[in-house]
T-cell receptor, first 117, second 111 residues
Framework: GAVVSQHPSWVICKSGTSVKIECRSLDFQATTMFWYRQFPKQSLMLMAT?????????EQGVEKDKFLINHASLTLSTLTVTSAHPEDSSFYIC?????????????FGPGTRLTVT | KQEVTQIPAALSVPEGENLVLNCSFTDSAIYNLQWFRQDPGKGLTSLLLIQSSQREQTSGRLNASLDKSSGRSTLYIAASQPGDSATYLC??????????FGAGTQVVVTP
């Protein structure tokens, strides 16, 4: 149980275009979803927290107009990287949590590798 | 601000040896602590979760301890195997529900 999927698993786009990444909780309802980015050889950095039906809360230094997050349902959150630039190339990982799940751990998706050329 | 440190950054051991991975955190007001495994280019796999009221958790060859007052957790992996080669991350959950990650320990188990 507690499976989280991401789509796509990798994407290459041209500078200036927008890219949407989907995060789905497959067998539970996620009241909260988190988006992280990870640079090579570094740990995960939290970008934003999203709760179903409300606006996302962004971490300091993360541009909310550049990284658009939508959490329209209890099983789906999307991250849109708008006007992508090469410096946005990174590994993006989502996680989902539910207060009702045993242990209240977070369950992570497999990640999306974004390369901006 | 919570800071999570993992030592060592990298570790190489021969197959069969026990692994000891350390994690320390600066703010003891945590909700829980999780250990994860990450293979290259992949997402995270949760290994063990320890609630703030617990002292340890065990799963198979894995055992994790938590000393909240001193801000430390240790992950023990018994009788290591080449398949244990990966990066191991610890993360603490604060009262806001956010996870703060350490930088990880990269483990290589040689046959």
């Amino acid at each position: 149980g507690a499976v989280v999927s991401q789509h796509p698993s990798w994407v290459i786009c041209k500078s200036g275009t927008s890219v949407k990444i989907e995060c789905r909780s497959l067998d539970f309802q996620a009241t909260t979803m988190f988006w992280y980015r990870q640079f090579p050889k570094q740990s995960l950095m939290l970008m934003a927290t999203s709760n179903e039906g409300s606006k996302a809360t962004y971490e300091q230094g993360v541009e909310k107009d550049k990284f658009l997050i939508n959490h329209a349902s209890l099983t789906l959150s999307t991250l849109t990287v708008t006007s992508a630039h090469p410096e946005d190339s990174s590994f993006y990982i989502c996680s989902a949590g539910n207060e009702g799940l045993a242990g209240e751990g977070q369950y992570f998706g497999p990640g999306t590798r974004l390369t901006v050329t | 601000k919570q800071e999570v440190t993992q030592i060592p950054a990298a570790l190489s051991v021969p197959e069969g040896e026990n692994l000891v991975l350390n994690c320390s955190f600066t703010d003891s007001a945590i909700y829980n602590l999780q250990w994860f495994r990450q293979d290259p280019g992949k997402g995270l796999t949760s290994l063990l979760l320890i609630q703030s009221s617990q002292r340890e958790q065990t799963s198979g060859r894995l055992n994790a301890s938590l000393d909240k007052s001193s801000g430390r957790s240790t992950l023990y992996i018994a009788a290591s195997q080449p398949g244990d080669s990966a990066t191991y991350l610890c993360a603490v959950k604060d009262s806001w529900g956010k996870l703060q990650f350490g930088a990880g320990t990269q483990v290589v188990v040689t046959p």
